[in-house]
């Protein structure tokens, strides 16, 4: 049977047009971007936007060529455009090092070093020929099926639907069988991490804590994060020898997911520990949502329990085992109602206390933490009697009132530090303390967001691959390179990377927040009595001393 259709050979010659634009996007891919990267990871990066960009630009000229329109392609030059993409290439490396020197330089790391092209070159070449090799092999299987089909449809259905049935298989085991085992696989590494008790790491004594032997929480059943929570710094006495007055013991409550079934279990259990310890007679309550693997900051809420000598009760329950951004691809419902669950249960307890006793009542969570907390208040439901206020901090750009807030700021004010009408509900806060821009004074509630320019958790746009992000234009945050530009797919590919690669930088840049930053959201959101800046400056230098 004669093929309507042939298919070119495996190792057949790149198109020419398609390998220079390939070609400069691997270049531009070296530009800077907002996080660091490695010599290994800018090798990655480069080589999938390459291929990529060759992709694209391949098809649309087989299918310019299909729609038989006129070939255009001149093929006793063709050395030209493969000698311009070479040039292009090394171009491209030859500046890499450079380049990534100006995203160190605006986020306060040490230069890189020079033998980094070399790394490029090699890492990127092996993931170029990997993902040719895919893009052929599917070529060749969209082929075989519309040869098939030609036998009883119409040439260019038979091609189209070749195409199409291609890419269903080609997604069904990428996506069905190779991601599936691969989440499979790191869920159960994560979870056995999770029930790794270390040697010495013992049940506390104090029958405040969770875990202990006076808890209805099991300290086995804590999890890794929320053992660790629940023994953090600092105590009464460390409070009390940075402050000069005495202090109290701060109480942290965690439940993990081994500790009950379900959610609401979980919230049942959260609330029964609350009321057991006494935590509704402090002076606040704070419902900490931790991140995806049920992190808490060490810097997040410690900064409070200072200000506050040690008069802080919070609250933790935790939903996943994994990293915050593959929970938030894999399973965000779990969060969504855990979050509301928990807050429900605590609020209707709080509500219905006497106001002049009950402790004032706050929302706090990082990176997912955020955005689970934000999903958690619904705003229409505690209008006639609202929690104190809200700190949420490196909000995700999947956020439910993040993007809501930036977008309707005033037109004045930056993407990366935006002004929402006049201050008095919402505010945000960069490395620069803005929490008293506002020209009216705070209302019953307050809203503080915390944001670094630099973090691509935040401001990872999926719109980025056709579009130039707001934040991008000029002013420019303080430690966004100004040599990073918008280049359609490429800076889609770089914000996805530093998006993954968010905590690989200093504290104060990046997804990592620092315990001075956190201080000033705590103090613009609570009001602590008794501080003043030689009494912040000390408590600083204690968390400069402990590495926060």
Same mark, same amino acid.
């Given at each position: %049977?004669?093929?309507?259709?042939?298919?070119?050979?495996?190792?057949?010659?790149?198109?020419?047009?398609?390998?220079?634009?390939? &070609?400069?996007?691997?270049?531009?891919?070296?530009?800077?971007?907002?996080?660091?990267?490695?010599?290994?990871?800018?090798?990655?990066?480069?080589?999938?936007?390459?291929?990529?960009?060759?992709?694209?630009?391949?098809?649309?000229?087989?299918?310019?060529?299909?729609?038989?329109?006129?070939?255009?392609?001149?093929?006793?030059?063709?050395?030209?455009?493969?000698?311009?993409?070479?040039?292009?290439?090394?171009?491209?490396?030859?500046?890499?090092? &450079?380049?990534?020197?100006?995203?160190?330089?605006?986020?306060? %790391?040490?230069?890189?070093?020079?033998?980094?092209?070399?790394?490029?070159?090699?890492?990127?070449?092996?993931?170029? !020929?990997?993902?040719?090799?895919?893009?052929?092999?599917?070529?060749?299987?969209?082929v075989f099926v519309a040869n098939r089909l030609a036998i009883?449809?119409? !040439?260019?259905?038979?091609?189209?639907?070749? +195409?199409?049935?291609?890419?269903? &298989?080609?997604?069904?085991?990428g996506n069905g069988v190779l991601l599936h085992n691969a989440?499979?696989?790191?869920?159960?590494?994560?979870?056995?991490?999770?029930?790794?008790?270390?040697?010495?790491?013992?049940?506390?004594?104090?029958?405040?804590?969770?875990?202990?032997?006076?808890?209805?929480?099991?300290?086995?059943?804590?999890?890794?994060?929320?053992?660790?929570?629940? %023994?953090?710094?600092?105590?009464?006495?460390?409070?009390?020898?940075?402050?000069?007055?005495?202090?109290?013991?701060?109480?942290?409550?965690?439940?993990?997911?081994?500790?009950?079934?379900?959610?609401?279990?979980?919230?049942?259990?959260?609330?029964?520990?609350?009321?057991?310890?006494?935590?509704?007679?402090?002076?606040? !309550?704070?419902?900490?949502?931790?991140?995806?693997?049920?992190?808490?900051?060490?810097?997040?809420?410690?900064?409070?329990?200072?200000?506050?000598?040690?008069?802080?009760?919070?609250?933790?329950?935790?939903?996943?085992?994994?990293?915050?951004?593959?929970?938030?691809?894999?399973?965000?419902?779990?969060?969504?109602?855990?979050?509301?669950?928990?807050?429900?249960?605590?609020?209707?307890?709080?509500?219905?206390?006497?106001?002049?006793?009950?402790?004032?009542?706050?929302?706090?969570?990082?990176?997912?933490?955020?955005?689970?907390?934000?999903?958690?208040?619904? +705003?229409?439901?505690?209008?006639?009697?609202?929690?104190?206020?809200?700190?949420?901090?490196?909000?995700?750009?999947?956020?439910?009132?993040?993007?809501?807030?930036?977008? &309707?700021?005033?037109?004045?004010?930056?993407?990366?530090?935006?002004? +929402?009408?006049?201050?008095? !509900?919402?505010?945000?806060?960069?490395?620069?303390?803005?929490?008293?821009?506002?020209?009216?004074?705070?209302?019953?509630?307050?809203?503080?967001?915390?944001?670094?320019?630099?973090?691509?958790?935040?401001? +990872?746009?999926?719109?980025?691959?056709?579009?130039?992000?707001?934040?991008?234009?000029?002013?420019?945050?303080?430690?966004?390179?100004?040599?990073?530009?918008?280049?359609?797919?490429?800076?889609?590919?770089?914000?996805?990377?530093? %998006?993954?690669?968010?905590?690989?930088?200093?504290?104060?840049?990046?997804?990592?927040?620092?315990?001075?930053?956190?201080l000033e959201g705590w103090v613009a959101l609570t009001d602590?009595?008794?501080?003043?800046?030689?009494?912040?400056?000390?408590?600083?230098?204690?968390?400069?001393?402990?590495?926060?």
């Amino acid at each position: %049977m004669q093929r309507p259709f042939t298919d070119r050979p495996i190792l057949a010659p790149l198109t020419p047009l398609a390998l220079v634009v390939a &070609a400069l996007a691997f270049t531009m891919a070296l530009t800077p971007s907002l996080i660091p990267r490695t010599g290994v990871l800018q090798g990655a990066v480069a080589g999938i936007t390459f291929a990529l960009a060759y992709g694209i630009t391949a098809g649309l000229i087989s299918l310019w060529l299909w729609l038989g329109l006129p070939d255009l392609r001149n093929r006793k030059l063709v050395w030209v455009p493969r000698a311009l993409a070479l040039a292009i290439v090394i171009y491209g490396l030859f500046h890499a090092t &450079a380049w990534q020197n100006a995203v160190h330089k605006a986020v306060e %790391m040490p230069p890189v070093e020079s033998a980094r092209p070399f790394i490029i070159a090699g890492v990127a070449l092996a993931v170029v !020929l990997v993902m040719l090799l895919i893009g052929r092999l599917f070529r060749r299987a969209a082929v075989f099926v519309a040869n098939r089909l030609a036998i009883l449809l119409p !040439l260019r259905v038979a091609l189209t639907l070749g +195409f199409i049935l291609a890419a269903w &298989a080609f997604w069904a085991i990428g996506n069905g069988v190779l991601l599936h085992n691969a989440l499979s696989a790191m869920d159960a590494t994560y979870k056995r991490l999770d029930h790794l008790i270390p040697t010495g790491d013992v049940a506390p004594t104090d029958p405040l804590k969770s875990g202990s032997a006076a808890s209805l929480v099991d300290w086995q059943g804590l999890g890794a994060q929320g053992r660790a929570r629940t %023994m953090a710094a600092p105590d009464a006495a460390t409070i009390a020898q940075i402050t000069g007055r005495p202090a109290k013991e701060p109480l942290r409550v965690y439940v993990g997911l081994n500790n009950a079934e379900t959610e609401s279990a979980r919230a049942d259990l959260a609330l029964q520990e609350l009321i057991r310890i006494g935590a509704f007679d402090r002076k606040l !309550l704070v419902i900490a949502t931790p991140t995806g693997t049920g992190w808490i900051d060490p810097a997040s809420v410690s900064p409070l329990e200072f200000l506050w000598d040690g008069d802080v009760a919070s609250v933790s329950v935790q939903y996943s085992y994994l990293p915050s951004w593959l929970s938030l691809i894999v399973e965000p419902e779990y969060g969504h109602e855990t979050a509301r669950v928990v807050f429900a249960r605590i609020y209707d307890y709080w509500q219905h206390l006497p106001k002049e006793t009950r402790p004032r009542l706050y929302l706090h969570g990082l990176s997912l933490g955020s955005l689970n907390s934000d999903i958690s208040l619904e +705003f229409y439901n505690v209008l006639g009697d609202p929690p104190q206020g809200a700190f949420w901090v490196g909000p995700p750009f999947a956020s439910r009132s993040w993007p809501q807030f930036t977008a &309707a700021r005033n037109p004045s004010s930056p993407a990366w530090s935006p002004i +929402f009408r006049d201050g008095s !509900l919402v505010r945000f806060t960069t490395q620069k303390d803005t929490t008293a821009v506002a020209s009216a004074p705070w209302g019953p509630m307050r809203i503080i967001y915390l944001q670094y320019p630099s973090d691509a958790i935040v401001f +990872f746009e999926p719109d980025s691959f056709y579009r130039e992000p707001d934040w991008m234009k000029d002013p420019r945050g303080p430690d966004v390179s100004p040599e990073l530009h918008w280049v359609p797919v490429v800076t889609f590919v770089q914000l996805l990377t530093d %998006m993954m690669t968010a905590t690989l930088t200093n504290a104060g840049h990046g997804h990592v927040y620092a315990a001075s930053h956190y201080l000033e959201g705590w103090v613009a959101l609570t009001d602590p009595p008794g501080w003043d800046q030689a009494g912040l400056d000390r408590l600083n230098a204690w968390f400069t001393e402990q590495g926060l």
